[in-house]
């Protein structure tokens, strides 16, 4: 058996391109052989010749034969790959890692809670949610990001906002006066939640600082921690355990996770450089 | 240490290894066994009985190599050297796809790079190792054809009992074999598997004797019985599995974080991958490389490393090895090979930084 | 429009500016995917700036030096140094502990005509550098990478680990361990396919330090070799004697 | 002639390694000035050699100049074995040979393909010239390229390679891994062979000016890295006498050290000087090769240098192919040197010229004093002759042409000039 890693890279068209902040652009993705994800996976893209990323998956699961990237351009693999337009081709495997608990969720209540670029693989967990509203009970989504400017999926979350069933707030870091939202961390929303903590189960995504900050607020207002998910994010590289970087304690996080229980990686979090 | 009877037990003179390296050859083979490179025996391609270090043995003490005559005349008289299987297994340079702009992206990988390889002269932990790396990365076990050598004189860094993978060999193997120099300097030799009683069967020799079976078993019983410390498995286990991010200033002192010790451990599977692309941008071709836990940019994660400090470098080096290695894969990393031991230039010991680790969680928890 | 590149030489031995020809499988391929705007070695045409990429050889040890390379890092869009020179100010900055005077005075009868500063730096002193290329000299692989990542746009792999991991890669059997010589390589920056153990003798370093060097623990390993603090000093004194971790470490020996 | 002044000033000569300049000054018909310069700034090399160990004499002096580092490891370890009175294994001084062969073979190449025949052709560089002359370009990159691996099989890289040592080499390769290299030397020889003839094609200049060419010589080898100093003109020195005839100083008419023969003055080394001192004893091959092409011993025209060093690089490329065929691994690497004070000479063969190294160590093997004479020094001045001597028959060209002349009359030489381990900064005039 050859690894999966070592497997040769599909090379897929992009075929939709959408740009959502100065520097986060979304990509659409072809995928004929539709092997179907789960929001919270991951694949490897790589632009030909630059190198590879994780990069989640933001779009829906629900959609056949196409697969949604949101991609904040931080160094030069991920400004090769905002730099794709409609018909050119990228280097792609996956889908990787274990997703959200969407089955543990389902009859419960539901806390989302993302941070910057970490709504990208949120924004798989609400549009599930939206495809099956009714196997959920109260869903609220927390939003954070550094400043207006750089909120994400704008359109798509003023159409959240619009819906009854569910609860969604934004804030931001800093702003001018033409905000007329809360300006604050996002956690600082947690405490205001109104949600069953014993049915609940929360997924927050986002700089692990704020995880953790996230997750203590979300333990006090009673959920527990093996309720609360967190997706993780490490150096990367074979994204099928092999190669060895993104270990964390004894977990693979790209095959362990990313997403993961907090009661079980906040241990790790919790010592000096692991 | 029960060991399962063998499909056939021979008694070769010692020259019969050379026939059995001809023979492995015939059958297309490429045979990897000890032999002097550079200073040092250790495991490379050979040509023929001539390229193994007769009469050659080493001493081995942590940061210390050196090489000593063996007035025996044993051809397996040194134990494991600098290079392990994983060179074949998993090797340092491998390209993994190379494509072309316009075309696809094609896999490089071979299937398995080993499969027309023989070893001989593995050692007990050799086997370990090699099941172990298999395991950890996924790959279905080679059908290179094995022939391992069960250890009478481990050297004073290897740790194979503590780990219980050596120095007897019941698995793992084609064929096994025991120097032995008393009562007479044979090969007392048996076939595990059906291939190696074939290859055996070519090779002719006589039936044992019963004081020659007895002194390899002796020999061997003797060898386990004299190898002194080693590491506790599962109290290094137990100790790192949530270890504190203190404690480790001393080792860190030493440490130079130069890599070695994962290079040469023959179960560390850590891998970089590289991109390259020709001049014009058309072609490019992806390399994994031997990569290690040591390496500052190995965690670097938004432009920083995570474990910068090298303590938490060492911790996740042993941690992984000793404990999180049960989580992930069902065994202990180390098979208690000593390589790393032997080959840090300062000579650090796992077995007492495992000791002092575990000491330290004891200290804690009174 | 093909991206500019220009080669320009400080106080060297031309060594690494000699690798880019000595790319003989690429060089043509290279001279094909840019514009060879500047490289009075290899070429009798020159071209003014701006230019994309600039390589820069070599260390700065005259005051003119000193004011060329600022015009050549405003006119170049991604300034790099290639070698020990460039980066750390190359084996000749060992007289920057010495009394140049009487340096000048040993080699030349008449020293008042030579023009030089007293020390030998690196151009990241003066000023600021994009991508630097270790090594004395860089090795050509790694310097034909470094030039097929800018063309593509990947980030150019640079390693920042010791020689060892390469001399293991390599397969060759340690010789600080085995044999028992000095050996710099725990403490050196990968890069140059650690050929020094390769070929039977300790790594001298010239790829200068690996990232957080433990000098202070490689100096018992030496002691066990047979060496001595001050040979270690000594040895960390040579071809990259101006990166501030050797001067250090030698320092604190 | 009307009255009149020309200037001819290039500030940059490209295509030669390391800086240098020209500078011809002409008024009323007559030749003012003529200068060579160079404007490499001085890195002290003999003064930061002083107190550091004998043994990190050729790594050290190698960085000197990164197109012929063999050839300063070599003098190096010559001088410090003179000194302490060791004499190396003949197997390991024929490994050493087989060494230097490889950097002849590559500096010789880099020079007639990529800086050199672009001049006679009318190219800016190599590279342009292999757009027109993809096949020529190619055979001489496919050359180099042999003569790099050979370097990098015996030294690890093809500059500063790392292999030698006092005494010997610190590791010897086994037969097996030198044995790749034969059929490459086989089209080597090809290539050298056709290469003598693709410069001997080249539209040459007459520029016929005797000098006294000096070179090591040996009586039954085409000396490399042995020998005693000979002259055309009848000198015979063994290599320790150097400083009781040769001298550097100052010239009126430059800033620059020149180097004299005591009382005799000017002379050159380099590929003419050993051709016409040896011309003999090139291997059949070579020897055949140059006779077929119409060159032969006294060749006086420096511009014919090119065509030699194409007989010397076929030359080269056949011993190295006849040492490579009966190649065993010598039992030993290196014999030990223990370190003797006293004084050591070297001298050996740069692809450019004599290059000759003098050493005094103390009784701890450090160096107390330092002395490294390289070709370019010593060529320096017969530059400026030939330079002199072609502006005085060539005035009626334009400044363009009179200019691009020079140039190449500089490039002749394969100047090193990083090698300029003690030029002096000429004060060059920019305007
Ligand atoms: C499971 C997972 C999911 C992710 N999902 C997304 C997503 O949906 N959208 C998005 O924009 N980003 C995502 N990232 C982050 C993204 O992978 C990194 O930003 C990207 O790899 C940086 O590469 P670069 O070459 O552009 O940056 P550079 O700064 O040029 O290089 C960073 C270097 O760091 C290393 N590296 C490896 N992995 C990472 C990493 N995860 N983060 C930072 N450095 C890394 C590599 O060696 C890389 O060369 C995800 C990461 C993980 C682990
Ligand atoms: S950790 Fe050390 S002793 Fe254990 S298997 Fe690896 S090299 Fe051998
Ligand atoms: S020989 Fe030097 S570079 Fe190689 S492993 Fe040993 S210490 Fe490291
Ligand atoms: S091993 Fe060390 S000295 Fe030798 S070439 Fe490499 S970096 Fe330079």
């Not at chain 1, 100065?22 to 072809?30: G, K, P, R, Y």
């Not at chain 1, 990787?96 to 924004?123: H, K, N, Q, S």
């Not at chain 4, 007559?30 to 700034?41: R, S």
Request: net charge negative; proline share 6%.
């Amino acid at each position: 058996m050859v690894p999966v890693a070592e497997v040769a890279v599909a090379t897929r068209e992009v075929i939709g391109f959408h740009r959502e902040t100065e520097d986060t652009v979304t990509l659409t993705i072809e995928d004929r052989e539709a092997r179907g994800f789960l929001p919270g996976q991951f694949f490897m893209l790589s632009p030909f010749g630059i190198g590879e990323s994780a990069i989640s998956i933001s779009g829906d699961p629900g959609r056949p034969g196409a697969i949604e990237h949101t991609i904040r351009s931080v160094g030069m693999v991920t400004a090769a790959l905002s730099s794709l337009r409609p018909g050119d081709r990228v280097g792609a495997r996956g889908p990787y890692g274990v997703g959200w608990p969407m089955e543990a969720a389902t009859g419960g209540d539901l806390v989302v809670v993302a941070g910057g670029i970490g709504l990208a693989p949120l924004r798989s967990v609400v549009r599930q949610v939206i495809g099956a509203r009714h196997r959920f009970r109260r869903v609220a989504v927390l939003i954070g990001a550094r400043a207006p400017s750089e909120l994400l999926f704008q359109q798509e979350i003023h159409e959240w906002r619009g819906r009854f069933d569910l609860d969604v707030h934004v804030t931001v870091d800093s702003a001018d006066a033409s905000w007329m939202g809360p300006i604050d961390v996002v956690t600082r929303l947690i405490p205001r939640m109104d949600v069953d903590p014993a049915k609940s189960v929360a997924m927050v995504c986002g700089p692990e600082v704020m995880m953790r900050f996230a997750a203590a607020d979300l333990e006090r207002l009673g959920i527990s921690s093996d309720r609360i998910y967190v997706s993780m994010e490490r150096n990367m590289q074979c994204a099928v355990g092999v190669c060895g970087h993104c270990q964390m304690g004894p977990f693979f996080i790209c095959k362990d996770g990313p997403v993961l229980p907090y009661s079980r990686i906040a241990p790790y979090m919790g010592v000096r450089e692991t | 240490m029960v060991i399962p009877r063998s499909l056939s037990t021979r008694v070769l003179e010692v020259e019969a290894i050379g026939r059995l390296i001809a023979a492995l050859q015939e059958d297309g083979r490429t045979v990897i066994a000890p032999t002097l490179r550079d200073g040092a025996i250790t495991l490379d391609v050979i040509d023929s009985f001539a390229d193994l270090p007769v009469g050659l043995t080493a001493e081995m003490a942590p940061g210390r190599y050196q090489l000593v005559p063996d007035p025996e005349g044993r051809l397996f008289g040194a134990t494991v050297g600098p290079a392990s299987a994983k060179r074949w297994q998993r090797p340092p340079e491998v390209v993994v796809w190379s494509g072309r702009k316009d075309g696809g992206m094609v896999a490089r990988v071979p299937d398995r790079s080993e499969s027309q390889l023989a070893y001989v002269g593995l050692r007990g932990c050799d086997l370990a190792a090699r099941r172990v790396l298999d395991r950890a990365v996924g790959a279905r076990p080679s059908d290179a054809f094995i022939v391992a050598v069960e250890c009478t004189r481990p050297g004073s860094t290897c740790f194979c009992v503590s780990m219980g993978t050596g120095p007897g060999v019941s698995e793992g193997a084609d064929v096994v074999i025991t120097e032995i120099v008393e009562p007479a300097h044979v090969l007392v030799t048996r076939a595990l598997t059906p291939r190696g009683a074939t290859l055996l069967a070519r090779l002719g020799g006589a039936p044992p004797k019963g004081a020659e079976e007895d002194a390899a078993w002796a020999q061997v019983a003797a060898a386990a019985r004299a190898m002194s410390g080693g590491i506790d498995p599962d109290a290094a286990a137990a100790a790192l599995r949530m270890p504190s991010a203190d404690g480790w200033d001393d080792v860190a002192a030493r440490c130079l974080a130069c890599g070695n010790c994962t290079m040469v451990c023959p179960t560390c599977f850590c891998t970089t991958t590289v991109d390259h692309t020709t001049p014009d941008g058309l072609e490019a071709t992806r390399v994994r490389l031997w990569d290690s836990c040591f390496s500052l940019g190995f965690t670097e994660l938004h432009g920083k490393p995570v474990r910068a400090s090298i303590g938490s470098r060492y911790r996740q080096w042993m941690s992984h090895k000793l404990s999180w290695w049960w989580d992930q894969f069902g065994s202990s990393g180390c098979v208690g090979c000593g390589r790393c031991i032997v080959w840090c230039p300062v000579g650090i010991d796992i077995r007492q930084e495992a000791a002092a680790a575990v000491e330290r969680v004891g200290v804690h928890a009174k | 429009m093909k991206p500019t590149l220009a080669v320009f030489k400080f106080a060297s031995c031309d060594g690494c500016q000699l690798s880019i020809l000595d790319a003989e499988d690429h060089l043509l391929a290279i001279a094909a995917a840019v514009d060879i705007a500047e490289f009075p070695e290899a070429t009798t045409r020159s071209e003014p700036g701006p230019y994309t990429v600039g390589l820069v050889e070599g260390s700065v040890t005259t005051p003119h030096d000193a004011l060329r390379i600022r015009e050549i890092r405003d006119q170049c869009q991604i300034l790099v140094t290639i070698g020990a020179c460039a980066t750390s100010g190359g084996i000749q900055a060992l007289r920057n502990a010495a009394d140049v005077a009487e340096f000048a005075a040993q080699v030349y009868p008449n020293p008042e005509y030579l023009d030089v500063l007293a020390t030998s730096t690196a151009i990241s002193d003066h000023v600021q550098v994009d991508y630097a290329l270790y090594g004395c000299p860089v090795s050509v692989d790694q310097l034909v990478d470094f030039i097929t990542a800018l063309l593509a746009g990947r980030r150019p792999s640079v390693p920042d680990y010791s020689v060892c991991i390469e001399c293991k890669r390599r397969g060759s059997t340690c010789v600080l361990v085995a044999p028992g010589m000095p050996c710099l390589g725990p403490v050196t920056r990968a890069g140059c396919g650690a050929i020094c153990p390769a070929f039977g003798r300790g790594c001298y370093g010239c790829f200068g330090p690996s990232s957080r060097p433990n000098v202070a623990s490689l100096a018992v390993a030496w002691e066990a070799a047979g060496a001595t603090r001050e040979d270690l000093a000594e040895a960390l004194r040579a071809f990259t004697v101006g990166a501030p971790e050797f001067m250090e470490a030698a320092r604190a020996l | 002639m009307r009255s009149e002044t020309r200037r001819i000033g290039v500030e940059y000569i490209s295509r030669v390694e390391g800086e240098g300049s020209l500078r011809v000054l002409v008024r009323d018909g007559k030749v003012q000035e003529c200068e060579f310069g160079i404007f490499e700034p001085p890195r002290f090399f003999e003064a930061f050699m002083r107190g550091r160990k004998f043994t990190e004499a050729p790594d050290i002096t190698a960085r000197i100049c990164g197109i012929c580092p063999v050839a300063y490891q070599m003098s190096s370890v010559q001088a410090m074995e003179a000194a302490c009175g060791v004499t190396v294994d003949p197997a390991v001084d024929e490994l050493r040979t087989l060494l230097y062969c490889g950097e002849w073979i590559e500096s010789h190449v880099l020079h007639m393909y990529l800086l050199h025949a672009p001049d006679f052709l009318g190219y800016e560089s190599g590279i342009a010239l292999a757009a027109d002359h993809p096949e020529e370009v190619g055979r001489g990159l496919r050359l180099k390229q042999t003569g790099n691996a050979l370097v990098a099989a015996l030294g690890g890289r093809e500059i500063h390679p790392v292999g030698i040592r006092v005494g010997g080499f610190h590791r010897v390769p086994t037969r097996r891994e030198l044995e790749p290299l034969i059929p490459r030397f086989e089209q080597a020889r090809e290539d050298a062979l056709a290469t003598v003839d693709f410069v001997a094609s080249l539209p040459i200049p007459e520029a016929e000016r005797d000098d006294e060419y000096v070179a090591l010589s040996d009586d039954d080898h085409y000396a490399i890295h042995h020998g005693r100093i000979r002259s055309t003109r009848g000198m015979d020195i063994a290599v320790d006498e150097w400083n009781d005839y040769f001298v550097e100083e100052h010239v009126a008419r430059s800033t620059s050290l020149h180097s004299h023969i005591r009382e005799r003055g000017l002379y050159q080394v380099g590929p003419m000087a050993r051709f016409n001192l040896s011309e003999e004893l090139l291997r059949p091959v070579a020897l055949e090769a140059a006779h077929r092409v119409g060159l032969s011993a006294p060749c006086t025209n420096p511009f014919r240098s090119i065509v030699v060093r194409a007989v010397e690089t076929l030359h080269a490329v056949d011993l190295a192919l006849e040492i490579l065929e009966r190649y065993q691994r010598p039992p030993r690497p290196y014999v030990p040197v223990p370190p003797v004070a006293g004084v050591g000479h070297g001298a050996s063969e740069a692809p450019r010229g004599l290059l000759y190294h003098r050493y005094e160590i103390d009784a701890d093997g450090r160096v107390l004093h330092a002395q490294i004479v390289p070709p370019t020094a010593q060529n320096q001045g017969s530059i400026e002759a030939d330079l002199l001597h072609l502006v005085e028959r060539n005035l009626e060209l334009t400044d363009a042409d009179l200019q691009h002349l020079l140039e190449q009359s500089i490039r002749n030489y394969d100047p090193c000039i990083s090698c300029s381990v003690h030029f002096l900064r000429l004060e060059v005039d920019r305007g």
